[in-house]
């Protein structure tokens, strides 16, 4: 089992940049495929990047390639989410996942994701 506190949210004004860290518990953290997922008051979760237990594969939500940048450093314990560009739309509860399901590309975003932090707030000004 592992348990994910998340961090680094918070108010930023359009065009601004967050990073966003996820730290997990537990000495298999290297087992897991790690996820960020978001959810908009009134709306559903959706999927927005993994990558695989390696780091040798990530996938994105369409809408998101090239703004937002998925990383995880297995020696720490921390996948991370850099954020840039940020848009008011894309304020939002970001919560980490994981699972010791695998994939590799689109299949990171099927995956079932077992595990899940608790959150931290994104909150976009225009």
């Known amino acids: 089992q592992v348990q994910l506190v998340e961090s680094g949210g918070g108010l930023v004004q359009a065009g601004g940049s967050l990073r966003l860290s996820c730290a997990a518990s537990?000495?298999?953290?290297?087992?897991?495929?790690m996820g960020w997922f978001r959810q908009a008051p009134g709306k559903e979760r959706e999927f927005v990047a993994a990558?695989?237990?390696?780091?040798?594969?990530?996938y994105y939500a369409d809408s998101l390639k090239g703004r937002f940048t998925i990383s995880r450093d297995n020696a720490k314990n921390t996948v991370s989410l850099q954020t840039n560009s940020l848009k008011p739309e894309d304020t939002a509860a970001y919560y980490c996942?994981?699972?010791?399901?695998?994939?590799?590309?689109?299949?990171?975003?099927?995956?079932?994701?077992?595990?899940w932090g608790q959150g931290t707030q994104v909150t976009v000004s225009s």
């Open positions: 990558i695989s237990w390696s780091g040798g594969s990530t």
């Open positions: 537990g000495r298999t953290f290297s087992s897991y495929t």
């Open positions: 996942a994981a699972t010791l399901g695998t994939g590799w590309g689109r299949r990171l975003a099927d995956l079932q994701y077992d595990y």
